[in-house]
């Protein structure tokens, strides 16, 4: 589905990622780990459109989507949450679920005007019962992002992203900063949205039991380079793997 | 009783006002530039309609047409003077829309010359009774029909996709960037239903006051209307649109007699001029020493 080859990226003389070959099948979890500065959110911002890669070619269900805007990938269905997660002033938990359901559904006028004169809104209901409460964030649904734990307002962009039902899904660290229980049943959500999407994830994930337990493949990243492709268990006992995170000779 | 009866008419005008002010928030929270060519938008919404109906067009086609008209007339303008400016600083593309007022007003005295135009009515003549308050039917029109759209306007804001992408673009356009909203887009769909909104304000206005180029001459008031809201709220806009109003009714038909009739007795001065033009800007004025971020404004913080 996703084929990436010779990706490159440089900030100035820097090369943040050198030519890395990436390809992500459809149902496939893959995990992209590496030590910080490896390069991993940079190749993820490429795909998305956020950068434009120097050289090398990405391609998404056969068509070359180098140059795309993040708009025009969004409604291909490539999704992703983000490492930081940005400050909005005035929307709540529930706007921003809807804005991402908005991205790639047409909520039809009609409809809008029938649910305002019920009362009642059937695409926030189907969120609600879909996306919050799996994520624990149905009670803070009508909440102003801003109020939210950290862990919180990552779940919210996480729902934000799965509300547009992507089949590609890039996730940046989601884990990062929940604890351990919450990262566990996150992880079980993740595997859960692939099963019944089908989508194909690809994950920046530091956290290794979590790589473990969640992914079909891991990609190693150094120095923005590829130096380890193959399954989680066998990246511990990669020799090069060992040498760049402990510095073995 | 005359108190009542100033107060609808302030409130017709008000919600009017509102009206217009709703576009110079929309277009400030999109993309953070005060528009000065409002006024333009307001004025030249009035002559599209007065043109249309001259081709001999029923008064509600006509609206609508000249309604369509802004609208694009909005998006072009942020297409052509205002997105290759995207990287200038805000201060040089309000300029720039102060440009666009003169130039709007400019075009507006050569095709239609600078002289009053009787406006085509629009609605029946006649007032009806309520409570012991005669309403004109184009008071009681404009102020209706001006505050309903208002109204639905926040609802559409507020409740509908792209009223989300448009408040997710207003609060932080890179955030809104990144997650797949077409943010260029946003904003000149801001400009277009800004620009509608004020040329059917123009053109209700019209339909009160005739048609001149003194009409783009409103889009002033917009000014003293949005701080007074608070600059990013749209309901701000609307209450201090109807508050402006009634002020302004007030000032004319009580302060300004009462004031005449004081001066008269112990002065020499004959008359005290149009107060109520005047109202707004010490409205303005003491608005900005009191409570600088308007009735409904958020104060920003800074983080240290």
Redesign the interface.
Known sequence: MLEATGVTIRFGGVVAVDALDVIVRAGEIVALIGPNGAGKTSFINCI?G?YLPDDGQVYWKGENVVGL???A???RGI?RT?QNV??????TVL??V??????RH??P?RA?VLN?LRGRDSVADELNETLLHPLGLADFRHAPIQSLSYGHRKAVDLA??LA?QPQLLLLDEPVAGLSSSESRSLAALIRKVRDRLGCAVLLIEHKMDIVNSTCDRVIVMAAGAKIFEGLPADVQVDPEVRRVYLGEP | MYTLQLATAGLAIGSVYALIAIGVVLIYKCSGVVNFAQGAFVMLGAYFTYAITRLGLTPVIAVVFSTVLMAIAGAATERLVLRPMLKAPVVAIMMVTLGVLIFLRAVALAVWGPDQIAFPKLFPDGAIEIFGIFITYNYLTAGSLSICLALAFL?FYR????G??Q??TA??S??A??????TSNQISLAWSMSAALAGLGGTLLATLNGLSLGLSDIGLIAFPVIVLGGLTSLPGAVVAGLLLGVLQAFTDGLVTPMLEGFLRAYTTIYSVGALQQVLPYALLILVLLVRPQGIFG?RGSERL
């Open positions: 998305t956020a805007t993040p708009n990938l969004t409604r999704g983000f940005a400050s909005l002033h005035d929307l706007d921003i809807k804005l991402g359901y908005g991205l047409s909520m006028l809008v305002a934000r992203a547009a | 609802a409740f509908t996709a792209i989300l992408m408040r997710c609060d932080n890179r955030a960037l990144a997650i797949g909203i077409h958020w």
